[in-house]
């Protein structure tokens, strides 16, 4: 199983960004998804998760600001992400727990992180 993000960039404070993030492999079921973020010395800290059944939780620091979301059929989650502030500057990884058999056990997957810088 793979999970590759995709959507960081340099973006100016007030500004928008949608952050994807494509599960692929050998995959039966996908559970709870979360983004994540980390900055430089500081802990890695969730900044929003999703259950399988679409209920949305969001760290403090970003409620009304992102949203989170997932599409079941492309195995896929997003993080849109608005009014953006130089304190979310870090780097965001996804991360997900899969079940690759219907008999298996459920595993906890990450992604390889995309960079998000909030400048002006």
């Known amino acids: 199983v793979q999970l590759v993000e995709s959507g960081g960039g340099l973006v100016q404070p007030g500004g928008s960004l949608r952050l994807s993030c494509a599960a692929s492999?050998?995959?039966?079921?996908?559970?709870?998804m979360k983004w994540y973020r980390q900055a430089p010395g500081i802990q890695r800290e969730v900044v929003a998760s999703?259950?399988?059944?679409?209920?949305?939780t969001y760290a403090d620091s970003v409620k009304g600001r992102f949203a989170i979301s997932r599409d079941n059929a492309k195995n896929t989650l997003y993080l849109q992400m608005d009014n953006l502030q130089p304190e979310d500057t870090a780097v965001y990884y996804c991360?997900?727990?899969?079940?690759?058999?219907?008999?298996?056990?459920?595993?906890?997957?990450w992604g390889q992180g995309t960079q998000v810088t909030v400048s002006s």
């Open positions: 492999g050998r995959i039966n079921h996908i559970g709870d």
């Open positions: 991360n997900a727990a899969i079940q690759q058999r219907s008999w298996g056990a459920w595993q906890n997957f």
């Open positions: 999703i259950t399988s059944a679409d209920s949305p």
